[in-house]
């Protein structure tokens, strides 16, 4: 059973920055690709960010490229999520989700077995 537990939301103001943690447990990742989606209040949940847990591969939305930064930890089986310069529309909650087998199209929710119970980010104006 895969569990997948973020944390490292909070409230920060406009400029400022926060990393998310995904504390990843339950199997052997090293052929998973990990996922960051975020989903604001009245909207669908988007993609953020994604990497390939072996190769190290990263893909980002466009929007979050050049503020945020996706990495793992091989050693402590954590996916985290760097983000800079946050901007009040970046308030969402933030999910990470894992995909057992890295085929599937990485910017989609449907690839995606495994979500963890999201962590809010809240970034004030």
């Known amino acids: 059973q895969v569990q997948l537990v973020e944390s490292g939301g909070g409230l920060v103001q406009a400029g400022g920055s926060l990393r998310l943690s995904c504390a990843a447990s339950?199997?052997?990742?090293?052929?998973?690709?990990m996922g960051w989606f975020r989903q604001a209040p009245g909207k669908e949940r988007e993609f953020v960010a994604a990497?390939?847990?072996?190769?190290?591969?990263?893909y980002y939305a466009d929007s979050m490229k050049g503020r945020f930064a996706i990495s793992n930890d091989n050693a402590k089986n954590t996916v985290y999520l760097q983000m800079n310069s946050l901007k009040p529309e970046d308030t969402a909650v933030y999910y990470c989700?894992?995909?057992?087998?890295?085929?599937?199209?990485?910017?989609?929710?449907?690839?995606?077995?495994?979500w963890g119970q999201g962590t809010q980010v809240t970034v004030s104006s």
């Open positions: 990497i390939r847990w072996s190769a190290g591969t990263t």
């Open positions: 339950g199997r052997t990742f090293s052929r998973y690709a």
């Open positions: 989700a894992a995909d057992s087998d890295g085929f599937g199209s990485l910017d989609s929710l449907r690839s995606y077995e495994y």
